[in-house]
């Protein structure tokens, strides 16, 4: 009994498993995440611009991104090292490296204003008034009569 209770679920397996060894689930447009997810991406990418700009500011983004979690750690590292030792040197360098992140902070939010206070601004063209130019010196003809 306990052999044939091993061999529905040996069946069961190879039922689910047989397809996917010969390949004939992989001829479905979608079989894994994974290509789910190469999918979307691939998607993704098409919608977002990649001009170099966009790169640049991409490249920029993840710098300050890695920077905020580095200083974030930073902060939380010196806290507990000056709680776990109760120092008053680690509390001064953990006010110390909190004010670094305040001050970073509000750098970026700073820079952030700047750049929509930059967006917001639209570049001035002439004004067309309806006045025509004046022809080029070719196109005058000068009828004078005696």
């Known amino acids: 009994m306990a052999w044939a209770v ?4 040996i069946a ?6 047989l397809p996917e060894v010969i390949g004939s ?6 079989t ?3 290509e789910f997810n190469r999918w979307t991406t691939r998607i993704a990418n098409v919608q977002r611009p990649n001009g170099p700009a966009q790169i640049a500011r991409n490249r920029v983004l993840a710098r300050r991104r890695r ?3 580095a200083l974030f750690s930073a902060a939380v590292a ?5 709680v776990w030792l109760s ?7 953990h006010i110390v490296i909190d004010g ?3 001050w970073y902070l509000a750098m970026l939010v700073q820079l952030r204003h700047r750049r929509e206070a930059l967006a917001q601004v639209t570049p001035v063209r002439p004004v067309s008034d309806g006045v025509q130019e004046m022809p080029a010196a070719q196109e005058i003809h000068i009828l004078a009569s005696s």
């Open 67 to 69: 920077t905020l979690v």
């Open 32 to 34: 894994t995440t994974q």
């Open 25 to 30: 689930r992989k001829s479905a447009p979608l």
């Open 100 to 102: 670094g992140v305040a």
């Open 87 to 93: 120092a008053p040197a680690m509390l001064i360098t």
């Open 78 to 82: 010196s806290l507990l090292v000056a």
């Open 6 to 9: 091993v061999l529905v679920v």
């Open 12 to 17: 069961a397996w190879g039922a689910f498993l």
